[in-house]
């Protein structure tokens, strides 16, 4: 057989063998390239319309739908065989460069991936430089309203927060008879029913914070404007004097808080201005009829307030001009200690029967420590306060005008409030020698300046019936004792009083409530009274 018809089988297969590599290199670089558009696609280089488009022509190009794809497909199966069959060590095909069809697809998305990068990045960038522009010093905003946390504004570092509420009772007292009793707080000798449209135990209230941090210190201005509904009437207590029902009258502004903070909860925080006193001031804060109204203490002539549980339960914390300080939270634990403007001693039973003083060389000295603790359901705080207080050059009818004579009043306290499920529950003692009843230093001192000691209790409890809906009922006494070798039969000896409360939530602004309170008035002697009190009303809480 000549030699050309012999080798003829053998470049035959030569051909085959190498279409076949050629193909299967195609094929290769074929599928190589639709992974990159789905890797670009998976990163978002790629829109699904960019990515639909490039792969179709990929395939139109890459993929012919002819009877040599077709053949070429069959045989690609042998071709993957012939590679797997390659042994460790034996060197691989070279490979062969794509077509310039799959080229040209290839820089097209390439392209579009390069530009949807550029577009990612000016997007990121105007992000960016929004966000810098929005805490701008010179941009204005307003945070994400709370409710009951008030609406702050914050105008670049610094939050301006206004928060406050307003009030309105019909209020009927009715009095239950009896003799006057000096220093009580029962209406009940008044001998006629009142009606009134009024506030109850707080005005209204307007209050105004800003606050900023500056050099890792929290730095506040606090602002507390009080406002009543009814006529004023400035006496002793300002505007918390009674009032008065003569037309043209104006209501009465208690500016109680004016006070500035510095520090941080790794410090503490320092308080400097007019703020509630530490001593017996989480008595007050406890109370239920904080929101109502309790014993009206005048109805007749309203006031800014009503008497709550004041001088029923608790002596008044007040607001005092003050420098304390307030420790870090630890474990739920924390201490408060201030010195305070000292007040007078007070007669405020009239007839001459208290002693009085206006003359102090040091100021008053509050103190207070509190824990919180949660223990499963039940959620609670303790309390616990003291009060010291030097009086100075004492004024009584049983006391020598020449005389240089004074004493040092002193209080304690200790109160918990606990909260399980929708149970809560409230406890309170106080104890005090010269301190008085009802407000700090009333009634302290006897003629001759003797100190009288007085104590008193309250237990409230308060129930959600619905989610709405809390009902309120306590009970609380304040008890002044005559100091020694003291005998004034007319002086309050005790005030106590029964209060029965309910309160429905309307709206996250808007509470609704009912109450009914009885207060008595004792003497040393045997005089007494007693009243009713009916009220209804609503408070916004902003």
Do not use: C
């Amino acid at each position: 057989m000549p030699r050309s018809k012999r080798q003829r089988p053998r470049l035959m297969f030569a051909v085959a063998m190498g279409s076949g590599f050629l193909l299967h290199s195609h094929l290769a670089h074929a599928d190589d390239y639709t992974d990159l558009l789905d890797i670009l696609r998976a990163k978002g280089s790629l829109t699904q319309t960019e990515y639909d488009g490039l792969l179709a022509k990929h395939l139109h190009h890459a993929h012919p739908v002819t009877p040599r794809t077709r053949t070429a497909a069959a045989r690609r199966g042998s071709a993957a065989e012939t590679t797997a069959r390659i042994q460790p060590g034996e060197s691989r095909r070279p490979y062969a460069p794509p077509p310039p069809d799959s080229l040209s697809l290839l820089a097209q998305a390439q392209d579009a991936a390069a530009r949807a990068q550029a577009s990612a990045q000016d997007a990121r960038q105007a992000l960016l430089s929004t966000r810098s522009a929005m805490n701008s010093d010179s941009v204005v905003r307003v945070a994400k309203y709370v409710p009951g946390k008030g609406i702050t504004i914050k105008a670049g570092q610094i939050d301006i927060n206004f928060s406050g509420f307003v009030n309105g009772f019909y209020t009927f007292n009715s009095p239950g008879g009896g003799t006057p009793v000096a220093g009580g707080v029962s209406t009940g000798a008044s001998g006629f029913d009142t009606s009134s449209v009024r506030n109850g135990l707080l005005p209204a209230g307007l209050l105004v914070k800003l606050s900023t941090t500056q050099d890792g210190l929290d730095l506040s201005a606090n602002f507390g404007f009080y406002p009543g509904l009814d006529n004023n009437n400035p006496g002793a207590f300002n505007a918390n004097s009674g009032g008065s029902a003569v037309g043209l009258g104006t209501a009465g502004l208690d500016v109680r808080q004016v006070f500035a903070t510095v520090g941080n909860k790794d410090i503490g925080t320092f308080k400097v201005g007019r703020d509630l006193g530490l001593f017996g001031g989480d008595a007050i804060l406890n109370d239920a009829t904080l929101l109502s109204v309790g014993s009206t203490g005048s109805n007749a002539n309203p006031a800014n307030t009503s008497l709550g549980r004041i001088g029923v339960g608790y002596v008044y914390a007040d607001w005092i001009p003050q420098i304390s300080y307030a420790s870090p939270v630890y474990h739920g634990l924390q201490g408060t200690i201030g010195i305070f403007q000292p007040l007078d001693e007070f007669n405020f039973a009239g007839s001459g029967y208290s002693a009085t003083n206006v003359q102090h060389s040091s100021p008053m000295v509050q103190g207070k420590v509190t824990y919180d603790f949660d223990v499963g359901s039940l959620k609670g705080r303790i309390w616990s306060s003291f009060l010291v207080e030097h009086q100075q050059h004492l004024l009584g009818a049983a006391i020598a005008s020449q005389s240089s004579r004074s004493t040092t009043a002193v209080a304690g306290d200790i109160g918990t409030k606990l909260t399980y499920g929708r149970l809560e529950g409230v406890a309170y003692y106080y104890y005090g020698s010269g301190l008085g009843t009802t407000g700090l230093f009333f009634d302290g001192l006897s003629q001759s300046g003797r100190k009288r000691d007085s104590e008193g209790y309250y237990v409230q409890a308060a129930y959600k019936i619905f989610p709405r809906l809390k009902v309120v009922g306590s009970y609380g006494v304040s008890n002044l004792y005559q100091a020694p070798g003291e005998s004034i039969p007319l002086m309050v000896r005790r005030n106590e009083s029964e209060v029965g409360a309910a309160y429905f939530t309307l709206t996250d602004w808007l509470t609704l409530m009912a109450e009914y309170a009885h207060t008595r008035s004792a003497a040393h002697g045997p005089d007494h009274n007693s009243d009713n009190t009916v009220s209804a009303g609503a408070a916004i809480f902003f």
